[in-house]
């Protein structure tokens, strides 16, 4: 049994009308540690945990964390996630919840990094959120799961942090006879580190992380993700928190769901009807969740980006 969980796939009358195209949800964020993450660091976990791991660690506040925290808890494995004094004490209450524990130090996720990656004995096996083929044949299984339904989208709409998503849903596609079906990769303006990285042609380190989309914060994506720009069809879309944060709003009233900025920045494409979907007819979007984002969150963001515009 996995440790995840087959999630339902649906079409959306709102997205769709919004759109103008047949938009179809991939419901990642009804998964038990709330988002796509539990795909690939499940399986990686029952990977080391096969190899004779007796400890996870990861260095993750954010969904990666909460997904080993969860594995952990169901294989009966411990799990120490380090993280770093900035978290919130939203994140640091679901990681609690999970029985996992939980070391706090210095300013940033670096130095976090840091002192985990230090830890690390031969029993442990260290987690990363977003660069492990583990993973990211583990987030495959997500288009395993649309090939065995009679959808087959003309595009594929997912968020882009480390590139760990992008790499697992082309691994799926390609696996699955479905090489031809682009992908849009979606990030938020501050974050985009795949973007640049595509227009540089080479792997581009951002100095700093300027949006609210904390899931999306890979200063610098995985080298695998733009090796697959070479080979497999991307467009790279980047839009605004202030869109983002509107479309976590307008998914919540249609679809009953919460979900983070990290993925609103995907469902704005659809609600802002962007230009690149009109070659489509039927477009994939991957919902992929994030358990760290309350609604009182979402809204104080966007009360502050509204100010920030109108001074
Ligand atoms: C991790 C995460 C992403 C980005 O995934 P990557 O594999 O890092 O590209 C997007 N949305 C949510 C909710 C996430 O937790």
Redesign the pocket.
């Known amino acids: 049994m996995p440790l995840h969980i087959e999630t339902p796939l649906i079409a959306s009358q709102a997205l769709s009308t919004a759109a103008g195209c047949s938009v179809w949800l991939k419901l990642e964020a009804l998964q038990a540690p709330?988002?796509?993450?539990i795909r690939g660091i499940g399986a990686a976990c029952e990977e080391y945990s096969r190899r004779g791991a007796r400890r996870f660690v990861s260095s993750s506040g954010?969904?990666?964390g909460l997904a080993v925290a969860y594995a952990g808890r169901q294989l009966s494995i411990p799990v120490t996630v380090v993280v770093p004094e900035t978290t919130s004490a939203r994140a640091m209450d679901l990681l609690q919840r999970e029985d996992a524990e939980i070391i706090v130090h210095g300013d940033s996720w670096h130095e976090a990094n840091a002192l985990a990656l230090s830890m690390i004995e031969k029993a442990d096996a260290f987690l990363h959120?977003?660069d492990d083929p583990l993973?990211w044949h583990g987030?495959a299984s997500l288009i395993d799961e649309l090939a065995s339904s009679t959808l087959v989208p003309d595009a594929v709409v997912l968020?882009?942090?480390?590139?760990?998503?992008?790499?697992?849903v082309i691994e799926g596609l390609q696996r699955n006879g479905l090489a031809q079906v682009p992908v849009i990769a979606v990030e938020t303006e501050g974050a985009a580190s795949f973007n640049r990285s595509l227009r540089a042609g080479e792997l581009v380190e951002l100095e700093k992380i300027t949006s609210i989309a904390t899931?999306?914060g890979?200063k610098r994506?995985c080298d695998r993700?733009l090796q697959w720009s070479r080979e497999h069809s991307i467009h790279s879309l980047v839009v605004s928190d202030r869109v983002a944060l509107s479309a976590c709003e307008r998914f919540l009233a249609d679809h009953r769901l919460l979900?983070?900025p990290?993925?609103g920045a995907s469902l704005a494409v659809a609600y802002d009807a962007a230009p690149l979907l009109q070659g489509f007819a039927k477009v994939l979007f991957i919902v992929?969740?994030?358990a760290t984002a309350t609604i009182d969150q979402i809204r104080a963001w966007s009360a502050s980006l509204g100010q920030e515009n109108s001074d």
């Open positions: 709330g988002s796509f993450k954010g969904n990666a959120p977003f993973l987030h968020s882009v942090g480390g590139g760990g998503l992008l790499c697992g899931s999306l890979a994506v993700a979900v983070e990290a993925c992929c969740g994030g």
